[in-house]
């Protein structure tokens, strides 16, 4: 089992409509999370980090976390084109402060 | 407030010359990672390190492949005797010291191997 999972997708998404992206991790002491968006070509950005269990809302963005689950998403409200990338997940080991990431989920926002 | 400074951007080395790419955190990081690209695929670990130490470099193949991050300087990937399948996209990404923060990625070396 991998520590980080998201599914590859592509998750396609009508524009306008709203995105739900997941993420399931193996190590019961993470206690960080983040959200990180990238471009074709592009380096990854940060675009949310959570902490607590329950919602962290930014615009258009929401990060859910529930660590009994251990289990964290983004939501994307009023899809739009330019929300399409990859959407990586990734975690802080406990242990090592090592990020750990997962393998991306593809979205595509149809217009 | 300087992000995170990878150099050079792009980097053309013939089949088994050496490849340095380089790596400035931003200001107060002291962790640093960097990860490979392939067109396509998702980021591959490579290597964590953290100010003079290497804390975790099962993700960097045995064989041709370095890394150090000294106590002064920028982090340094280096690639002896590239072949082709060396091609790829590198970032590097920079984190404080202590956790619960977000690192941040350079704008990734695009090294490609004729």
């Known amino acids: 089992q991998k520590e980080v999972e998201q599914n590859s997708g592509p998750l396609s998404v009508p524009e306008g409509a709203i995105a739900s992206l997941n993420c ?34 930014d615009g258009r963005f929401t990060a859910q976390l529930n660590k009994a689950s251990q289990y964290v998403s983004l939501l994307i409200r009023d899809s739009q084109p330019s929300d399409s990338a990859t959407y990586l997940c990734a975690v802080l080991r406990d242990s090592n402060y090592q990020l750990i990431w997962g393998a991306g989920t593809k979205l595509i926002i149809k217009p | ?38 067109p396509e695929e998702g980021l591959k670990f490579m290597v964590y390190l953290q100010k003079e130490n290497i804390i975790d470099e099962s993700g960097m193949p045995k064989e041709r492949f370095s890394a150090e991050f000294p106590k002064e300087g920028p982090s340094i990937l280096r690639i002896q005797q590239v072949v082709r399948g060396d091609s790829a996209a590198y970032f590097c990404a920079s984190s404080p010291i202590s956790g619960n923060t977000e690192a941040f990625f350079g704008q990734g070396t695009r090294l490609t191997v004729v």
């Open chain 1, 24 to 57: 399931t991790y193996s190590d019961r002491g993470s206690q960080s999370f983040f959200w990180y968006r990238q471009y074709s070509g592009k380096s990854p950005e940060l675009i949310m980090s959570i902490y607590s269990n329950g919602d962290k809302e």
């Open chain 2, 1 to 38: 407030n300087a992000g995170v400074m990878q150099n050079p951007r792009h980097l053309v080395r013939r089949r088994g010359q050496e490849a340095r790419l380089r790596c400035s955190p931003m200001k107060g990081h002291s962790h640093v990672y960097w990860y490979r690209q392939l």
